[in-house]
């Protein structure tokens, strides 16, 4: 009767270091989906960007460059569109870095805006991509880096609050 008793003991000793290890499990997975799911949001919107910016030199032929009216413009959807797809949303944690490379020049133009972004690759580096238009020329292209700083679970391990995640496609 006495071993029945000292079982009962080393199973709740045991159960309770296993749920200790898989409630940090749990919390380390959710907080890794909730980083992921912000940067699937970024490169969505990245994209979107790009082509908003590109497609309107079809309505704007004249105006081929992008200047700072137009970002502000892009940068006010992009933040209206954080604001309904994510709960927290707060336009201090939030940062985009517009490029845009003229073909017609070889000009390349930043335009910063929000938070500090650092970018992977810039868009100096990518000037060999542009084709060759029908005019003889190199087309214009266009990048955009967004970024927004995510505060995540795991963070009380770390040294750092928060993370920055940066994303230029």
Known sequence: MNSLTKQYGTFTVEF???????????????DVVSKQSV???????????VNVIKERTQLYPEQPN????????VHGILKQSLTRT?????ELKFGAIYEQFIGSTGQVESIPKG???TQKKNIEGLKHLSPITSFDRKASLYQVTLCYEV??????FSDNE??????TP
């Open 162 to 167: 928060s993370t920055i995640i940066s994303l």
């Open 39 to 49: 940067k699937g949001k970024l490169d969505r919107l990245s994209h979107s960007a």
């Open 115 to 117: 938070l500090n972004c």
């Open 86 to 90: 994510m709960g927290d949303f707060s």
């Open 151 to 156: 505060t995540g679970w795991t963070s009380i």
């Open 66 to 73: 992008i200047d700072e009216s137009n970002i502000e413009t």
């Open 16 to 30: 309770s270091i296993v749920a200790i290890a898989l409630s940090f499990l749990l919390a380390f997975t959710f």
